[in-house]
């Protein structure tokens, strides 16, 4: 049995999906479902058990009915995902704590343990994107959902267990099953809507000498190769950390250019200020370094325009279809 947390979440549904598309069911979802809407991320998919977070806690830290189930790893997307959270307690509690009893549990019990981390963690990019660990000491991380990330990955790293599990270094995820993430949602989404309702996109302007409107890069990737590169991760019992991108960074406006084009709509886009609560905490660029990634995966990823065309035309169009969705 594969448990995955974070089940009902964006990347961790798209990862039941892809298990499911592979012929795995044995899988115990856990999650913390509360008042928003992404339970409707599970109703397309195959799984044996549903729990919440802290009923899986409970069993980590009480019995051995994990063990007694056979269960081989754990895939840990369970996370506050939201850059803009405050809650500085809370983001340890829930991204930091949690983290490291799972990683724990598996370590002791000689079980897989992949988990998520961030691109968030390299702040604002100075440091450079490479994901050797020798690395994690330099990076200054630019809000605290960064920094709760950055503390596993330092807490790993000083614990000697990242020859023991493994983590992936997401820079910016889009597709389908991230409906419910509301203002955390992917610029695509949002475009997406934004330009079916108005006809038109906003972007923030740039507020840095030599980088003009829309010209702030990121490395944006498909949930599909996320998901698919996890996976590999997982399978391969490969173990450290490993960014998870593209390796190219594109602009936000060849991603509107993207969009417009998969709705067969002439480019409009305005560019407007930017808040100043986040001014000072943007990143104008971020570039995964994959040669760490691409000594073991091989399979092709999806350019920006194919991911964006992928995502909009078979399931924004269709009306927000699920994956795993017939």
């Given at each position: 049995?594969?448990?995955?947390?974070?089940?009902?979440?964006?990347?961790?549904?798209?990862?039941?999906?892809?298990?499911?598309?592979?012929?795995?069911?044995?899988?115990?979802?856990?999650?913390?479902?509360?008042?928003?809407?992404?339970?409707?991320?599970?109703?397309?998919?195959?799984?044996?058990?549903?729990?919440?977070?802290?009923?899986?806690?409970?069993?980590?830290?009480?019995?051995?009915?994990?063990?007694?189930?056979?269960?081989?790893?754990?895939?840990?997307?369970?996370?506050?995902s939201a850059t803009t959270e405050k809650d500085a307690s809370f983001l340890i509690d829930n991204n930091y704590k949690y983290?490291?009893?799972?990683?724990?549990?598996?370590?002791?019990?000689?079980?897989?343990?992949?988990?998520?981390?961030?691109?968030?963690?390299?702040?604002?990019?100075?440091?450079?994107?490479?994901?050797?660990?020798?690395?994690?000491?330099?990076?200054?991380?630019?809000?605290?959902?960064?920094?709760?990330?950055?503390?596993?990955?330092?807490?790993?790293?000083?614990?000697?267990?990242?020859?023991?599990?493994?983590?992936?270094?997401?820079?910016?995820?889009?597709?389908?099953?991230?409906?419910?993430?509301?203002?955390?949602?992917?610029?695509?989404?949002?475009?997406?809507?934004?330009?079916?309702?108005?006809?038109?996109?906003?972007?923030?302007?740039?507020?840095?000498?030599?980088?003009?409107?829309?010209?702030?890069?990121?490395?944006?990737?498909?949930?599909?190769?996320?998901v698919n590169m996890t996976l590999h991760i997982y399978e391969s019992g490969l173990k450290g950390i490993y960014n998870c991108?593209?390796g190219k960074a594109r602009s936000w406006n060849s991603l509107a250019a993207a969009v417009f084009k998969s709705l067969g709509?002439?480019?409009?886009?305005?560019?407007?200020?930017?808040?100043?609560?986040?001014?000072?905490?943007?990143?104008?660029?971020?570039?995964?370094?994959?040669?760490?990634?691409?000594?073991?995966?091989?399979?092709?990823?999806?350019?920006?325009?194919?991911?964006?065309?992928?995502?909009?035309?078979?399931?924004?169009?269709?009306?927000?279809?699920?994956?795993?969705?017939?």
């Open positions: 049995m594969i448990i995955v947390t974070g089940a009902s979440g964006f990347i961790g549904s798209a990862i039941v999906s892809e298990l499911n598309r592979r012929g795995i069911t044995d899988i115990l979802c856990v999650d913390s479902l509360k008042t928003d809407e992404k339970w409707k991320n599970l109703v397309n998919l195959k799984f044996n058990d549903y729990e919440e977070k802290e009923v899986l806690l409970k069993r980590v830290f009480f019995d051995d009915v994990l063990l007694k189930n056979g269960v081989e790893g754990i895939i840990h997307m369970g996370a506050c983290t490291q009893l799972l990683a724990k549990w598996c370590v002791r019990n000689s079980k897989k343990f992949v988990y998520a981390s961030s691109a968030a963690t390299y702040g604002d990019g100075s440091k450079g994107f490479d994901d050797g660990h020798n690395a994690l000491e330099t990076l200054k991380p630019l809000n605290m959902y960064g920094y709760s990330k950055h503390l596993f990955d330092l807490w790993a790293f000083r614990k000697g267990m990242l020859d023991r599990i493994a983590g992936l270094k997401y820079t910016n995820v889009f597709g389908p099953n991230e409906y419910h993430k509301d203002d955390m949602r992917s610029v695509v989404h949002k475009a997406y809507d934004q330009i079916k309702e108005t006809g038109k996109l906003k972007l923030f302007k740039s507020y840095r000498d030599g980088c003009a409107d829309g010209e702030q890069k990121r490395d944006f990737v498909y949930v599909k190769d996320a991108g593209t709509t002439k480019p409009a886009i305005e560019y407007i200020d930017m808040p100043e609560a986040i001014r000072d905490k943007y990143q104008y660029f971020t570039e995964a370094k994959m040669d760490k990634m691409y000594e073991s995966y091989r399979d092709k990823l999806f350019t920006l325009e194919e991911g964006v065309d992928d995502y909009v035309k078979n399931y924004l169009l269709p009306g927000q279809k699920y994956l795993g969705e017939v």
